[in-house]
């Protein structure tokens, strides 16, 4: 099994990812199709602090990897995207979070080394593990800078834009049947809010404060 790093970013990629948030994802769009912020649930765990930033490598000193070692293949690049996702959940779970806001923990990992030729693999990749990531009461998210989800109100809005591959891992909530794309994915919802059923709706950043959408 591929063995992935989840280090440190370095000091321009965290920038980028503060910059994106606080430009962004932090801040109402006129396409978003609701007052508020695009996502006020990062909004709520920056204020307190619990956002965890790191970026995916197989090198374990956080290097770039080699452009004669970049995932150059489709199966290649899904073989490392399950494998980082993987490891990003087990990251989550078992990092030793602040006991205060725990609904708002957050992981953002960044995915190096994913050519652009297959950001399309991240979408497809993350599908293909949505219901496990959900059985686990957990949520998880993709962006990038070509990403199809769009806003649940405007299904004219492709929402989950970044300026580079990412996933960001939150805990469920309530309200997260409104990203269940399938049965699976809302039969994992329901097994940790049995008594909650699912809106006719489309999905959306699945890293939104699902009580404001």
């Known amino acids: ?30 396409l978003l199709g609701r007052p508020g912020a ?23 000193t956080g290097d ?3 452009r004669d070692r970049q995932h150059t293949s489709p199966a290649q690049a899904r073989t490392w995207l399950h494998a ?6 087990d ?3 078992h990092h030793p979070w602040p006991p205060h806001a725990r609904q708002l923990h957050c992981l953002v990992v960044l995915l190096q080394g994913l ?20 059985r686990r009461g957990l949520m998880i ?4 800078p070509r990403c199809p989800a769009t806003a649940v109100h405007n299904a004219l809005f492709a929402v989950n834009r970044s300026p580079a591959p990412l996933i960001v891992i939150r805990r469920m909530a309530r309200d997260d049947h409104l990203f269940a794309d399938d049965d699976q994915q ?14 006719d709706t489309q999905t959306t950043c699945a890293a939104a404060h699902p009580q404001t959408l």
């Open 1 to 30: 099994m591929q063995r992935i790093f989840l280090t440190r970013p370095a000091t321009a990629q965290r920038t980028m990812i503060d910059t994106w948030l606080d430009s962004y994802i932090m801040r109402t769009h006129p």
């Open 38 to 60: 695009i996502c006020p649930y990062v909004t709520a765990a920056r204020r307190h602090g619990v956002i965890r930033v790191r970026a995916a490598t197989d090198t374990p």
């Open 64 to 66: 770039l990897v080699p």
């Open 84 to 89: 980082v996702l993987r490891t990003a959940v």
């Open 91 to 93: 990251d989550f779970e």
């Open 115 to 134: 050519a652009p030729d297959h950001w399309g693999a991240l979408d497809r990749v993350h599908a293909e593990v949505m219901a496990d990531v959900m």
């Open 141 to 144: 998210s993709r962006f990038h």
């Open 186 to 199: 809302l039969e994992a919802y329901q097994r940790h809010f049995p008594d909650t059923g699912r809106r």
